[in-house]
C-alpha cells in the first residue's frame, strides 16, 4: 500500500514568491491534515479535512496562506506571498475518519531566500 | 493548555541502555496519547500509543509508562540500539477540539555503538 505522497520534497524560492504543495493521502482515507514543523520543533496543525470540507482553520495564517481538498482525495497547500520565516517541513498526513492513526508523508522541506 | 511539554531535548545513551523520555500535559480532555519516531528527511511515524485508562503499554522493547493523576507519560526504550537514533515526540489528542493532535517538541536520542 503506498503511503502519503507529497510534492516537491524540497522548495527553494525568494521571499515574495508563491509556492504551492502537494499532497495525496493514503486511498481511502478521509481525514486530511497539514502541519507545520519548525526545525526542532513538533508538528503543528495548520488545517484539517474531513473529506472535502475545512474542519479546522483557526491555525491558518489566512492573509497569505490558502489550502484546498477538491474531490475530497488531494490537497494543495498554497503561500502567496512567501516570507522568510515561513522557511520550514511542511507535512501532511491522512487518517481514517475517526481514526487513532495519523500516517505521515516525508514532508516539503521549503526555503524562502 | 493545550500544551505537552517533553523533555530531554536530547539524550545519548549507549547501546544497550534504557533510553527515557518524559511528556506531561494539563489539558483532561486529552484522551489518547501517541508516540511518534522521525528519521531525518522523514515524516513522523506511529511507534507506540496509550490511552488513560491504563497505566502501561509494551510492544516489543517500547513501553509507555502512564500516570493519570499526575498527568504524565513517559516513552522506555530497552536494550537501545544504534538503529533507534532518531527523533522521538509525544503527542496527545484532544477529544473536544475535533480530535486534534499536540505534540511535543522533539527528543533527539543518539544511540552509541
Known amino acids: 500500500e503506498a503511503g502519503v505522497v507529497q510534492s516537491p520534497r524540497y522548495k527553494i524560492i525568494e521571499k515574495k514568491q508563491p509556492v504551492a504543495f502537494w499532497c495525496n493521502p493514503i486511498?481511502?482515507?478521509?481525514?486530511l491534515y497539514w502541519y507545520l514543523q519548525n526545525l526542532g520543533q513538533g508538528p503543528e496543525l495548520l488545517i484539517r479535512?474531513?473529506?472535502?470540507?475545512?474542519?479546522?482553520d483557526s491555525q491558518l495564517p489566512k492573509d497569505r496562506f490558502s489550502a484546498e481538498r477538491l474531490k475530497g482525495v488531494d490537497s494543495t497547500l498554497k503561500i502567496q506571498p512567501a516570507e522568510l520565516g515561513d522557511s520550514a517541513v511542511y507535512l501532511c498526513?491522512?487518517?481514517?475518519?475517526?481514526?487513532?492513526?495519523?500516517?505521515f508523508g516525508p514532508g516539503t522541506r521549503l526555503t524562502v531566500l | 493548555q493545550q500544551q505537552v511539554k517533553q523533555s530531554p531535548q536530547s539524550l545519548i545513551v549507549q547501546k544497550g541502555g534504557i533510553s527515557i523520555i518524559n511528556c506531561a500535559y494539563e489539558?483532561?480532555?486529552?484522551?489518547?496519547f501517541p508516540w511518534y519516531q522521525q528519521f531525518p528527511g522523514k515524516g513522523p511515524a506511529l511507534l507506540i500509543a496509550?490511552?488513560?485508562?491504563?497505566s502501561e503499554k509494551k510492544e516489543g522493547r517500547f513501553t509507555i509508562s502512564f500516570n493519570k493523576s499526575a498527568k504524565q507519560f513517559s516513552l522506555h526504550i530497552m536494550d537501545s540500539q544504534p538503529g533507534d537514533s532518531a527523533t522521538y515526540f509525544c503527542?496527545?489528542?484532544?477529544?473536544?477540539?475535533?480530535?486534534?493532535?499536540?505534540f511535543g517538541t522533539g527528543t533527539s536520542l543518539t544511540v552509541i555503538p
Open positions: 498526513a491522512s487518517s481514517l475518519a475517526g481514526g487513532n492513526e495519523q500516517f
Open positions: 486511498s481511502g482515507h478521509n481525514t
Open positions: 479535512y474531513e473529506n472535502e470540507e475545512a474542519v479546522d
Open positions: 489539558n483532561t480532555a486529552f484522551d489518547y
Open positions: 496509550i490511552r488513560p485508562d491504563v
Open positions: 503527542a496527545a489528542r484532544n477529544r473536544n477540539t475535533g480530535n486534534q493532535f499536540y
